[in-house]
């Protein structure tokens, strides 16, 4: 009996370390492994090994239990780039016009409270042009002239009745870094109103480069 009970914890022991073992592709051993992997194609699975768990197929279809690659897409790829018009979700996760993965916007992760941190660190992706500096002015026509005014003098039209709009080339609001301004957007400050869920993060690193043009008025 003592014996058997032996046996078997030594098992459920070997059985628990060798499953700690997961890293990286490798899941680490899994108990009923046909309950972890789908039968359809999963667009953020990608396992292009047709042996991989071979060893636990139930089925003859000549691939292993892993295997996901939709044979029908391009490079067997499971995810695929959604068609031109759709409508995103959430622009910051998605950029069409991004050329790799390092130009897609990841969630904005900087807490509010942290404004110092991204004045500090904070650098506008955007190459330096004209092109940029006009889409920014357009998107600060619509959601920044109402109080800042045109010329960033804090004399727009609500501006004007809402007292204590700052104007962006005077004082300290000259000095203020890129990471200064995109974290206010972002979050508000004061008797601003946040613009963060409204604006898309390349949006707001658009309007921060007019902005930037507005602060270096004489
Ligand atoms: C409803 C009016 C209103 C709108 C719209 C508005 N702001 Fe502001 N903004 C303010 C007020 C008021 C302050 C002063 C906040 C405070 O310190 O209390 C301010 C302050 C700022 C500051 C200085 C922040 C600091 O650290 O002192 C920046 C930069 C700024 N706004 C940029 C923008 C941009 C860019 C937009 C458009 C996306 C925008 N604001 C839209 C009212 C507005």
């Known amino acids: 009996m003592v014996k058997r009970f032996c046996l078997y914890s030594f098992l459920v022991v070997m059985i628990l370390i060798a499953g700690c073992e997961a890293q990286g592709d490798y899941q680490g051993l899994e108990f009923s492994p046909q309950m972890y992997h789908s039968v359809p194609y999963e667009p953020l699975t990608q396992v292009t090994d047709r042996e991989a768990g071979e060893w636990t197929s139930s ?13 029908n897409n391009p490079y067997a790829m499971n995810v695929r780039i959604p068609p031109a018009n759709t409508v995103r979700r959430n622009s910051d996760h998605y950029n069409p016009s991004a050329e790799a993965l390092t130009d897609v916007y990841l969630p904005y992760r900087i807490p509010a409270d942290s404004l110092e941190y991204a004045a500090r660190t904070l650098k506008n992706p955007l190459e330096v042009s004209d092109e940029v500096v006009a889409d920014g002015q357009a998107l600060y026509a619509s959601f920044c002239y109402p109080c800042h005014g045109g010329a960033g003098k804090g004399d727009g039209p609500v501006g004007v009745v809402y007292k204590g709009v700052p104007a962006f080339n005077v004082g300290r609001y000259r000095d203020l870094t890129e990471g200064h301004v995109f974290h206010v957007i972002t979050y508000g400050q004061g008797r601003m109103g946040a613009y963060g869920s409204q604006v898309s993060q390349e949006e707001r690193w658009k309007i921060t480069r007019y902005v930037q043009t507005l602060q270096q008025q004489p």
């Open 59 to 71: 089925l003859d279809d000549g691939v292993g239990e892993f295997y996901n690659s939709n044979p």
